[in-house]
Each structure stands twice: as structure tokens, then as C-alpha cells.
């Protein structure tokens, strides 16, 4: 590929840092940004992605909002929902129990946890909800969580918050930010004796932040404050061990990096809680009287008719991802952080920005805040006019812009130098149209 080992800004020309430059881009410029573009769009330069069935005309550096299925996961789906469909009875009835088990076993394996203490739910978003809905606070309790907290998993506590008349307390993390221990001293700094629960990210939505969980979850559990982790990107994304974690709840996804169908997710309870954690929805479990399942377990294992068969596909998608590299998913997990971590160094250079985090506190999302403008607008612009697939975050304010990249199997290098350029040429046309009003 052409713009291999050249950047973006020598190939162009274009210098970002605008105070100093005279905002004009030579329709000469503009061609070369949007050759460099298409080049470095070939799919046949990019392997893994035989193995998905995304669009290869859009550049997509985008899994971490909704993750993306290997077709072999998604054919695995079809026949279970065949012999779903050929004897819902035999399926239902009979054979589910077994399955979830089944699929329930090898999940507890790759997260460090005993499946007793797991139950299979659509999504974080409503594992959250499960667990700040099934709890009783008394008036004054606090919340603790932090101002990078995901907003539908904020807008449950603060939900919860009215009802019992409770205090939202809200640790500020700083981003950009050097170390990890800035995390830990935000959040250990807000604990007070009214506090009951803090509900905190592993990876954050935001920043792509690795909070360092186990060691906050050690310091809140010393000081009697439970432990409520919204880890919807861990799975598959950074090595997971729940029982060395030790949360009292803990919820991930695995439709996002385990690569599993949409609507596969899983709640953990620590055993002594299981008892108050009751499903959004209640069902047969609630008063079946069967004694060799928990109450737990039967309640949660159906909460209505409902197509179960993203979960049964948990061992598929694991198995799938594990068998793409030689060391299985030590090196998904290591080659996608590899990537995040050169793609950023790349985009860092191109944009003179500095690096706004340590290396070792990303998995594989990385981000960096461009110029304050409409984010919006950026988002569009580089699908429309480039067929980048790249979210453009509003953080920390409506204005401010986080362009937020996911590594996963499927990209290159190439891609990320391509993003850079796309940017380079859109903030650079932003300033000179705003020159010119
Ligand atoms: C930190 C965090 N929590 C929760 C969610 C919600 O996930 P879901 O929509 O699968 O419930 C996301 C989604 O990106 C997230 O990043």
C-alpha cells in the first residue's frame, strides 16, 4: 500500500496545528487526502476479515459499540434457532436446561468464576439494572461512581438514587491522566460512612480506560462498600479472573470482544447475595419448588419466552476467536492491544497530540481528544466522505471531541493512518470555513 512509512502529513502537506498556518487546502491536497483514502481501503489487505461479515467498503474501527460476529458464530446460531424452531417443545423443554449449563460452564472457565454464581442476561445494561433495582437503600445511603460512568448505566442509579432518596456521589477522574493511582485516590478520596455501593467501570465507554479493578474493589470492599463493576467491554478484551476481582456484582458483555451474537451477556453474584438479586422480570422461578437448583439459578435461567441462543453460542464464539492465532486468546487480547497502542502512537504523531494516558492503562480502545467543534458533524463527515466507521465522542462536554478507535483482529495499521489523514483534512476544512465567516 502506497502510504505504508509516509504520513499522512508529509504525503499532503497539511499541518494540523492551526493557529499559525493561513487556512487555505489546495483542491490538489483535498485529491491526494481522498486518494490516500480509497488506497488504503483494499479488503484483500486486511485477512482476519474473511472471518466477519462486515461491509468492506467502510473502514470499521467501531467494535467496541456493539462488537461484530464471526460468521461461524452466526451459522452456529442458525442451526440452534433451526432446532429451536423444528421442536420448540423438545428445545424448550427438554434440552435448554442442559445447553445453558452447558454454555454457562465454559463461560464461568474463560472469566474466572464459578458458573453457580453467574447468570446469563441480554446485556450489561441490564445487569445493572438488575442489581440496582433488586437492592433496598435507606434515605441518605450514597452511590458512589465517577464522572466517566457509561450514561445508561448512570441513568440507572440515578433512577435508583429518587426512588430512595439517596446521594449520587461522583469521583472525578482526570483524563487526560498519568497513572493509575489517580483512579484509586479519586474514588478511595469519596468513601464516606454513608456510602453503600460504588458502581464502577473497567473499561470505560469514554476514555478507554482500564481502571485498575481489583485493587479498588479490595480497597472499597475493606472499608464495607460493595462493589458494583460494569465490565461490558472486559470480556475478551483483557484477561478476566472474577474470583480474583472479588466484586460483590460484576456484569460483562460478550457481544462486544468475546465476540459472541447481540443479547449475550453475564451477571455474577457473589453466592451470600444471591438471595436479594432477583431478575427485572419475575417468573416461574419464583415459586418453583424444585430443591436441586437454586432459587438463584431458576429465576434467572427464564424470564420469559425469548430466543436464548446468543447465549448457547458463548463456547462457539470462544472457540472461534481462540482458534484465528496460534496462542489463542492471549494473543487476540495481546495483538489487539498491540495494535490500539501503534494505531494511537501513529494518530498521536499525525495530530501532534500527546498521548492523553499511559500505554498500560488501555486494552484495545484507545483515545484522544481533538479540537473542541461539533462532534457530530466529524462522526458524519468521515463516513460520508470517507467511509470511516469511527465514533466521535462528546467528552467531557457537549463540544469536546474524544475520536475513540477499537483494535480488533479485522484492522491494520493502515486504517488508523488513513483515519489521521481523513481528520487532518476535515479539521483543517472546519478551521478554514470558519476563518471565513
Ligand atoms: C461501560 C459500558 N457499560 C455499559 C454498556 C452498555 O452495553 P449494552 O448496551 O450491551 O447493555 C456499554 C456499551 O458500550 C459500556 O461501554
Not at 62 to 88: K, W
Not at 152 to 171: G, I, M, S
Not at 401 to 411: D, E, P, T
Request: charge should be negative; aromatic fraction near 8%; hydrophobic fraction near 45%.
Amino acid at each position: 500500500m502506497e502510504s505504508r512509512g509516509i504520513t499522512s502529513q508529509e504525503k499532503t502537506g497539511i499541518e494540523l496545528h492551526s493557529a499559525e498556518y493561513a487556512p487555505t487546502l489546495s483542491v490538489r491536497q483535498i485529491l491526494l487526502v481522498r486518494q490516500i483514502v480509497l488506497e488504503a481501503l483494499h479488503p484483500s489487505e486486511l485477512p482476519f476479515l474473511q472471518y466477519w461479515s462486515l461491509d468492506p467498503t467502510i473502514t470499521f474501527l467501531n467494535h467496541g459499540s456493539f462488537g461484530a460476529c464471526p460468521l461461524a458464530v452466526l451459522a452456529e446460531q442458525q442451526q440452534l434457532r433451526a432446532r429451536m424452531e423444528q421442536q420448540p417443545l423438545q428445545f424448550f423443554g427438554r434440552d435448554l436446561e442442559a445447553l445453558l449449563d452447558d454454555a454457562r460452564a465454559k463461560l464461568a472457565a474463560f472469566v474466572g468464576a464459578d458458573s453457580d454464581d453467574l447468570a446469563f442476561v441480554p446485556n450489561a445494561t441490564t445487569a445493572i439494572n438488575t442489581v440496582l433495582r433488586s437492592l433496598v437503600f435507606a434515605p441518605g445511603d450514597e452511590l458512589l461512581t465517577t464522572n466517566q460512568e457509561y450514561n445508561a448505566c448512570r441513568n440507572a442509579l440515578n433512577y435508583v438514587a429518587e426512588r430512595y432518596n439517596l446521594k449520587v456521589v461522583v469521583a472525578e477522574i482526570p483524563f487526560p491522566i498519568e497513572s493509575s493511582k489517580q483512579v484509586v485516590e479519586a474514588i478511595i478520596g469519596c468513601i464516606s460512612a454513608r456510602t453503600r455501593l460504588a458502581l464502577l467501570d473497567h473499561v470505560v465507554s469514554q476514555t478507554g480506560l482500564v481502571f485498575p479493578i481489583a485493587e479498588l474493589v479490595q480497597a472499597l470492599t475493606q472499608r464495607g462498600v460493595e462493589t458494583l463493576v460494569d465490565g461490558a467491554h472486559a470480556p475478551g478484551m483483557v484477561p478476566l479472573n472474577l474470583q480474583t476481582i472479588g466484586a460483590t456484582y460484576y456484569t460483562g458483555n460478550c457481544h462486544k470482544w468475546l465476540c459472541a451474537p447481540k443479547g449475550a451477556a453475564f451477571l455474577y453474584v457473589q453466592r451470600d447475595r444471591q438471595a436479594v438479586i432477583r431478575p427485572l422480570t419475575i417468573s416461574h422461578g419464583a415459586n418453583a419448588t424444585r430443591t436441586d437448583r437454586s432459587r438463584f439459578r431458576l429465576e434467572f435461567d427464564w424470564t420469559g419466552t425469548d430466543d436464548p441462543t446468543a447465549y448457547l453460542c458463548i463456547p462457539t464464539a470462544i472457540r472461534v476467536m481462540e482458534s484465528l492465532l496460534p496462542c489463542g486468546w492471549q494473543d487476540v487480547m495481546a495483538k489487539n492491544h498491540a495494535l490500539a497502542i501503534t494505531a494511537r502512537r501513529h494518530l498521536c504523531e499525525t495530530l501532534e497530540i500527546v498521548p492523553p494516558c499511559p500505554d498500560e492503562m488501555l486494552g484495545s480502545l484507545a483515545v484522544l481528544p481533538l479540537l473542541d467543534g461539533n462532534p457530530q458533524w466529524l462522526q458524519d463527515s468521515l463516513l460520508e466522505r470517507y467511509q470511516i466507521e469511527v465514533p466521535i465522542v462528546p467528552f467531557p462536554t457537549a463540544n469536546s471531541r474524544l475520536v475513540r478507535v477499537s483494535a480488533q483482529l479485522y484492522n491494520r495499521l493502515e486504517q488508523y493512518e488513513v483515519l489521521a489523514t481523513a481528520i487532518v483534512a476535515l479539521l483543517y476544512e472546519e478551521l478554514n470555513q470558519t476563518a471565513n465567516k
